[in-house]
């Protein structure tokens, strides 16, 4: 079955950097994109970033242009979130997720913090 496992999430100060890792299984990887989501306390479930196939192409959300990058690892099933310059309101559970119609997957998030 399909499986995602998020890790990397920590408590950051301002401007601090953290890289996100999701490991998939039970799929054929290579064959879907891959997406990060992430989730603030009260707020709704939001799409962070996006990464094709080959990772040719890659989509953000205006919020982190600039300061996150999303990569993959085909060979490794593994798909990344690097996010630099790190602000208070990017505090969130931070999902991976595989849409493979009709179904949506996803992991069961990592806790980003970032405060001094």
């Known amino acids: 079955q399909v499986q995602l496992v998020e890790s990397g999430g920590g408590l950051v100060q301002p401007g601090g950097s953290l890289r996100l890792s999701c490991i998939a299984s039970?799929?054929?990887?290579?064959?879907?994109?891959m997406s990060w989501y992430r989730q603030a306390p009260g707020k709704e479930r939001e799409l962070v970033a996006s990464?094709?196939?080959?990772?040719?192409?890659?989509n953000y959300a205006d919020s982190v242009k600039g300061r996150f990058t999303i990569s993959r690892d085909n060979a490794k099933m593994t798909v990344y979130l690097q996010m630099n310059s790190l602000k208070p309101e990017d505090t969130a559970v931070y999902y991976c997720?595989?849409?493979?119609?009709?179904?949506?997957?996803w992991g069961q998030g990592t806790q980003v913090t970032v405060s001094s």
């Open positions: 997720n595989v849409k493979q119609p009709p179904r949506d997957y």
């Open positions: 039970g799929f054929t990887f290579s064959n879907y994109a």
């Open positions: 990464i094709s196939r080959t990772g040719g192409r890659r």
